[in-house]
């Protein structure tokens, strides 16, 4: 082996080794004090690439959940007042049957009359303020139908028999109806569609295919949250019918639009998209809206008061099932928060399994990496002793 001074062969491979050594030392050092695999991209660019991914979802999916249960709380202050409401309609109810009476005079329907009329400017009231973070919940909250017979023509009901529709969480958009086929209609938005059956509702005489004279149907469109009400034909003192109800075709390409309203959009997924929202809407629960009609009820007389029994029970019936719309609501959003929470569980396991150091490895890699530093640091030092040998050749 030849003996050189200007250059030290095993002096540079072991300064080589020992460099190797002190990045790989330096690596677990950061490791284990930033308690991250991944400090940089360099680490592991495929990596770093996925878990910034997993971790924006994970971040989304937690403003979701906190998203759903705020929605939770909207929800419990506005059927809390609906609760309210209730109260005091069976209480109007109880005043218009004791008014309906011939055991009180017309002396005594009028005190009954005037506390009868403080209820109804109560419920006005409690619509009217009833609100969450600013937004007015019972006065009309959520999207709403455009009733315009020139817009949503599936609403004209002189030809195609639909006298009424309601929304439950239903999407602003244009719905079109597609009845070509016996007994059954699909609705569609061209997001969702779904289709019905309603032969068993439908008179199954000679005719077919016909609401029956004098009654209706509820066409329940549940998964898009909209239910139209389909009336047969109706008479008035046995003159010409009102219309001539609905049949078999009567909705083909027809539309009905839903337009966007105040609120009621709750982002309860990480994405963009319909899927990740729930829609809801309130509607107008003010005692003169057209939805409980109850502005000009009076008790002040017999007739009077027999009529607003009638129109109590209506009203009752519709802020009943607006309450089991938002309990409904409600119980979803809980279902959601539930599913939210198992997702950023589990995609957090995944992001830390990219992500994280894991310990115990690096504990063992970084004391091999401090003997081996250690060691090449003392085998440097005798090989720079090496090309002193040279120097017993001139003795």
């Known amino acids: 082996m030849p003996l050189r001074i200007n250059t030290n062969i095993p002096a540079i491979n072991v300064r080589r080794i020992l460099s190797v050594n002190n990045k790989d030392l330096k690596t677990r050092i950061e490791r284990l004090s930033s308690g991250f695999r991944i400090n940089r991209a360099a680490d592991d660019a495929a990596g770093l690439n996925v878990s910034e991914g997993m971790r924006a979802e994970i971040i989304g999916l937690r403003q979701a959940v906190r998203n759903a249960e705020q929605a939770t709380n909207l929800i419990q202050t506005a059927e809390g007042a609906l609760n309210e409401v209730n109260a005091i309609l069976i209480r109007m109810r109880e005043l218009s049957v004791q008014s309906a009476s011939s055991t009180v005079n017309d002396d005594n329907r009028g005190s009954i009359n005037a506390e009868y009329i403080q209820l109804i400017n109560e419920i006005d009231r409690i619509g009217s303020v009833t609100s969450y973070n600013n937004s007015t919940l019972l006065a009309g909250y959520g999207n709403i139908v455009d009733k315009d017979e020139a817009t949503s023509d599936a609403l004209a009901s002189a030809t195609t028999g639909a006298v009424a529709v309601q929304i439950s969480g239903a999407a602003a958009g244009t719905y079109t109806f597609t009845d070509d086929v016996a007994n059954e209609i699909t609705l569609g938005n061209g997001i969702a569609t779904q289709t ?27 998964r898009l949250g909209i239910q139209l009400t389909l009336t047969g034909q109706r008479d008035v003192n046995g003159s010409t019918p009102l219309s001539d109800g609905y049949r078999d075709t009567d909705l083909e390409a027809k539309v009905l639009v839903i337009n966007s309203g105040t609120g009621g959009t709750f982002q309860v997924g990480p994405r963009d998209g319909a899927n990740h929202r729930i829609e809801i809407n309130v509607a107008d629960m003010r005692a003169s809206s057209a939805n409980l009609n109850l502005g000009s009820s009076s008790v002040s007389s017999l007739s009077s008061a027999q009529s607003a029994i009638t129109s109590l029970d209506l009203a009752i019936n519709r802020v009943a099932n607006q309450r089991g719309d938002l309990g409904a609501f409600q119980n979803r959003l809980a279902f959601n928060v539930r599913v939210n929470e198992t997702a950023v569980e589990n995609i957090q396991a995944s992001e830390s399994f990219i992500r994280d150091a894991d310990v115990a490895s690096e504990i063992s890699a970084f004391t091999r990496a401090q003997i081996l530093v250690q060691s090449g640091t003392a085998l440097l030092a005798q090989a720079n002793v090496l090309p002193q040998n040279a120097l017993s050749l001139l003795g």
């Open 196 to 222: 019905i059956d309603i032969g068993a509702a439908l008179d199954l005489d000679d005719v077919g295919g016909v609401v029956a004279t004098g009654s209706s149907i509820v066409a329940n469109f549940d």
